[in-house]
């Protein structure tokens, strides 16, 4: 006849050093029986009456957050969102180079619109420019618009407003490059 060990096999030593482990980890962590700690107590003294520290008269400046486009189309004359085609996604995770760009098509015209950073480019300056494709062999128009900012781009009856734009690689004998209002009136 056989005896046994009394001796814990594998599966009970294992059982035994998870259940040490686990109170030893218990027992080294803090508990839920003990109190929190005091938040720490600040104070803030102003003197209404005291003079601060010196500041120079050759020292000044503006403090300007631009927050929601509040300069862009404000405060100087940017209507045009992304003029350079460079809106880029290290900037924003949702920006592509035709953000604020949107390509339309009218009267059976078809095309497509991208931007390209080559060689063909106008400027070291200016690197990215918009490329379009022209598939309307039969007419119709394909182009761009702008959303400008926010709702738009705010225009003023009887103000003056100046727009440039370059072209190149047009066909002989085609329609050059038009800009258009929101009527889809030619704007000279």
């Known amino acids: 006849m056989f005896r046994r060990s009394a001796r814990p096999g594998l599966a009970g030593s294992a059982l035994l050093v998870g259940s040490l482990v686990a109170a030893g980890v218990a027992a080294a962590g803090p508990s839920l029986a003990d109190p929190p700690h005091p938040e720490p107590e600040y104070a803030i003294t102003v ?3 005291g003079a601060g520290v010196p500041i120079s008269d050759t020292m000044y400046g503006v403090f300007f957050e631009d927050i929601n ?3 862009d189309g404000g405060l100087y004359a940017e209507l045009v969102r992304n003029r350079s085609f460079e809106f880029l996604p290290v900037d924003n995770q949702s920006f ?6 949107t390509p339309g098509a009218e009267a059976g015209g078809a095309g497509t619109a991208t931007t390209v950073d080559d060689s063909g480019r106008l400027n070291d300056r200016n690197r990215t ?5 022209l598939a309307n062999s039969d007419g119709g128009r394909f182009g ?3 959303s400008g900012y926010n709702s738009g781009i705010a225009v003023e009856a009887g103000q003056r407003y100046r727009n440039a734009g370059q072209c190149s690689g047009l066909q002989a004998g085609g329609e050059g490059p038009r800009w258009e209002g929101r009527q889809a009136r030619a704007v000279p």
């Open 47 to 49: 003197d209404p009456a």
């Open 69 to 71: 486009y509040a300069a």
């Open 96 to 101: 592509t180079g035709l953000t604020g760009w």
């Open 129 to 133: 420019y918009l490329r379009l494709d």
């Open 144 to 146: 761009v618009t702008n």
